[in-house]
């Protein structure tokens, strides 16, 4: 409740209380419930759940080059760098993300959400599901570690939100639902078949690889991993999936829920 909504409801309250006064109604609450809204809207859940995950999202580069320190460089072939996304899940600087976005890579770099950026390495990888865990050489004071939630009790139709750097533009937030659970994915080469995802429909591009999928509470229920994809152009065409934050977190050595 805002505060002029809280200010609202209680001059209500001590009017009434006044002698001679005329009764007040609950007409007349809900009229000064309307008057505030319209003068102080609240946030959107997705809003909301936003900026709870924003402090843990970091933009991750895998470099190709060993001379290439990872700046933006207008000349540089995005061929030559793997641009993704990755979560924050422990404050100590261990992040989860996708093994696709930094296999091969000679250094990887990550930017924090507040600009501060470090080198990173890979100390641990799931190839069956598509995750990489990395750790930052260096992280910037308090820094904020995301809050996973089981997904026992996630639904098709639950609300969720996919946060990352699609293209390498971000952070940017897509609002959208849980399409499904226990679905399969197989990759545009049939190499590697990925099982037990959940599918949603919040827009997801290259680069949102590895960011985290959010519940309207902000904590976060999985990490995306692939779109699917029947033409050439690697576009959203409304289906995403993203591995269960069980498999992410058993991923980084961490008790599952």
Not at 10 to 38: F, M
Request: proline letters at 6%.
């Amino acid at each position: 409740m805002t505060a002029a909504l809280v200010a609202a409801v209680t001059l209500l309250a001590v009017q009434q209380l006044r002698p001679g006064q005329r009764v007040i109604t609950q007409d007349d609450i809900d009229a000064a419930v309307r008057e505030s809204l319209e003068r102080e809207p609240l946030p959107s859940a997705a809003a909301k759940a936003y900026e709870a995950i924003l402090p843990s999202v970091v933009r991750v580069v895998g470099l190709m080059d060993e001379k290439d320190e990872g700046e933006d460089n207008a000349e540089q072939r995005a061929m030559e760098r793997s641009l993704g996304t990755g979560v924050v899940i422990v404050d100590n600087g261990t992040i989860l993300t996708n093994l696709h976005v930094v296999a091969g890579a000679r250094k990887v770099r990550v930017r924090f959400a507040n600009g501060f950026e470090s080198e990173a390495a890979m100390v641990g990888a799931q190839p069956e599901d598509d995750l990489a865990v990395l750790k930052a050489f260096s992280v910037p004071d308090d820094l904020p570690a995301a809050t996973m939630r089981s997904t026992a009790d996630l639904r098709p139709g639950d609300h969720v939100l996919a946060v990352g750097h699609p293209f390498g533009i971000g952070p940017s937030a897509s609002h959208g639902v849980v399409s499904g659970l226990k679905r399969e994915f197989r990759s545009d080469e049939g190499e590697k078949t990925l099982s037990n995802l959940i599918q949603f429909d919040a827009a997801a591009n290259p680069g949102n690889s590895g960011g985290p999928l959010v519940t309207m509470d902000g904590h976060v229920v999985g990490i995306v991993t692939a779109i699917l994809n029947p033409s050439e152009q690697r576009t959203f065409i409304g289906i995403g999936f993203a591995v269960p934050i069980e498999n992410a977190a058993t991923a980084a050595g961490m008790h599952p829920f």
